[in-house]
């Protein structure tokens, strides 16, 4: 099933946009898993992983059902050497047994056949002695990658059946990505002459649900942004980071929908959230019932997302 057809359905069988950022830290790991795991290993790399490991699952299961795809952070589990990436494996694992997609998160960015040996630990089939895959890989759906080496940073990881798919970097959500992917070059943007390399890169890439395999990382902190790159890229899927903790409302977050969007899937996005659902147990002060403050978490996230699919909806009219 191509990759795009797989995010549209789970976002139909959810009726969820949300993407659950699995961006683990020792500070954010409940209380009673935390001293579980110390009890055990003591204050050493087995205990973190450990408590990253059985927090992951454990939301993994309370948000089964309830968002339409997962993001671990590569960056969280690297930090941690060999273990976190065991750890991230795992988490993957889980995920796909739950029948969640998952973006592997790491921004990838490099060309040729380094570019192919990032392409293979996400999706495998890193070759043996012989040439025959050997090596499963991650096992992700999706990857993160920055586009700004230009097409050799990013046809690498493509394949034209559309079993994988990219979210290329566009339009960022921190406040310094105005000092390069704002900058005018001829008559467009850094970030709009990106946008519209995305836009080619899957014109070849369609899915049965008009959706390609070559995604967009849009922050919601720039809606304006988001709705003139959606002209540029109509059946792109928008990776939307930047909701809740980074400043950005739902409103916001849906700006770059596809134009007369009624249905959830035809929106063409996902909207990511991590520290607001991983440590929902500290707001909710809840550490003994972080898998629930996990999930009311987003059941709130749900809400305020479909109630702004529905309001822009309205407001350009039926899909």
């Not at 969280?76 to 060999?82: D, F, K, L, M, V």
Request: aromatic residues 6%; proline residues 5%; negative net charge.
């Amino acid at each position: 099933m191509h990759v795009a057809d797989r995010l549209a359905a789970s976002i139909d069988a959810t009726g969820s946009v949300a993407c659950v950022g699995l961006d683990p830290r020792p500070a954010l790991v409940p209380p009673p898993v935390r001293d579980a795991a110390l009890a055990r290993h003591g204050d050493t790399v087995a205990a973190v992983a450990e408590a990253f490991l059985a927090t992951n699952r454990g939301i993994l299961d309370a948000v089964a059902g309830r968002c339409a795809v997962v993001k671990p952070q590569v960056a969280c589990y690297e930090a941690y050497g060999s273990a976190g990436w065991d750890v991230l494996a795992a988490t993957v694992a889980h995920a796909r047994a739950l029948g969640i997609p998952v973006i592997v998160d790491g921004k990838r960015n490099d060309i040729g056949s380094t570019a192919e040996h990032y392409r293979d630990a996400v999706f495998g089939g890193a070759p043996g002695f012989s040439g025959a895959a050997v090596a499963d890989g991650l096992g992700g759906d999706w990857v993160t990658v920055n586009a700004y080496l230009g097409s050799d940073g990013v046809e690498p990881f493509l394949d034209d059946a559309g079993a994988h798919g990219v979210f290329a970097l566009v339009r960022t959500s921190n406040p310094s990505s105005a000092d390069l992917q704002d900058v005018v070059a001829g008559e467009r943007s850094v970030a709009e002459h990106v946008a519209d390399r995305v836009a080619a890169w899957g014109e070849t890439r369609r899915g049965t649900s008009g959706l390609t395999a070559v995604g967009a990382v849009v922050g919601a902190t720039w809606p304006e942004q988001a709705r003139a790159l959606r002209a540029r890229m109509p059946d792109t899927v928008f990776l939307v980071p930047g909701f809740g903790a980074q400043g950005g409302t739902a409103v916001d977050a849906v700006a770059g929908r596809r134009p007369g969007s009624g249905a959830a899937s035809a929106a063409g996005l996902v909207v990511n959230s991590s520290r607001e659902l991983w440590g929902a147990w500290q707001r909710a002060d809840a550490p003994d019932r972080w898998q629930a403050a996990a999930a009311t978490a987003l059941d709130a996230m749900n809400r305020a997302l479909g109630e702004a699919l529905d309001a822009g909806a309205g407001a350009d009219g039926p899909a």
